[in-house]
T-cell receptor
Framework: GAVVSQHPSWVICKSGTSVKIECRSL??????MFWYRQFPKQSLMLMAT?????????EQGVEKDKFLINHASLTLSTLTVTSAHPEDSSFYIC?????????FGQGTRLTVV | GENVEQHPSTLSVQEGDSAVIKCTYS??????FPWYKQELGKRPQLIID?????GEKKDQRIAVTLNKTAKHFSLHITETQPEDSAVYFC????????????FGKGTMLLVSP
């Protein structure tokens, strides 16, 4: 199947710093990627839709200035958590669509201390 | 927008028993319904999907049924094994191409030996 790679797998950062998470489609071009947040024992909550070459579309309640998304190429989307706080600690996971099927990255465990 | 309800939230069965997970959706325009399996700490993986022009699809021990009139679809796992233990997510997507998936809240399936 298609491969989506997410990096890093885990990161610990201090409050107030920014963290960048990368999502790459390794063997196909993805004009659209999706960023999700997953709390323990909970479902995948869509944060934003990343569109190559244009602005991301954010879901209601997601702060655009806090979660910066850049989709500069057909194989790379990045999510930057700016001025991170402990409440931003979570599991972030991206996905990319190839035809109808969604392929997920391995996720990033963010811990803000 | 689409709303997907999934039940039960947890399901415990004995090895060899069958397991059924049910989902309902709200948007009659939805026409693609995948099921994902997520093992602890890992990415969701597609296990089976069904489109709105089909009522049932089977792949070895797993099957999915779709009732468009009632707007619900179900995952059936027969002869369960301990390695089936995971969180299962249903999803629905209206239209085609690059529209996003809306996920159910997930079902934690525990298969006891």
């Amino acid at each position: 199947g298609a491969v989506v790679s997410q990096h890093p797998s885990w990161v610990i950062c201090k409050s107030g710093t920014s963290v960048k998470i990368e999502c790459r489609s390794l063997d196909f071009q993805a004009t659209t990627m999706f960023w999700y947040r997953q709390f323990p024992k909970q479902s995948l909550m869509l944060m934003a839709t990343s569109n190559e070459g244009s602005k991301a579309t954010y879901e209601q309640g997601v702060e655009k200035d806090k979660f910066l998304i850049n989709h500069a190429s057909l194989t790379l989307s990045t999510l930057t958590v700016t001025s991170a706080h402990p409440e931003d600690s979570s599991f972030y996971i991206c996905s990319a669509l190839r035809t109808d099927e969604a392929f997920f990255g391995q996720g990033t465990r963010l811990t803000v201390v | 927008g689409e709303n997907v309800e999934q039940h039960p939230s947890t399901l415990s069965v004995q090895e060899g028993d069958s397991a059924v997970i049910k989902c309902t959706y709200s948007d009659s325009a939805s026409n693609y319904f995948p099921w994902y399996k997520q093992e602890l700490g890992k990415r969701p993986q597609l296990i089976i999907d069904i489109r709105s022009n089909v009522g049932e699809k089977k792949d070895q021990r797993i099957a999915v049924t779709l009732n468009k009139t009632a707007k619900h679809f179900s995952l059936h796992i027969t002869e369960t094994q301990p390695e089936d233990s995971a969180v299962y997510f249903c999803a629905a997507r209206p239209g085609s191409g690059y529209s996003t998936l809306t996920f159910g809240k997930g079902t934690m399936l525990l298969v006891s030996p």
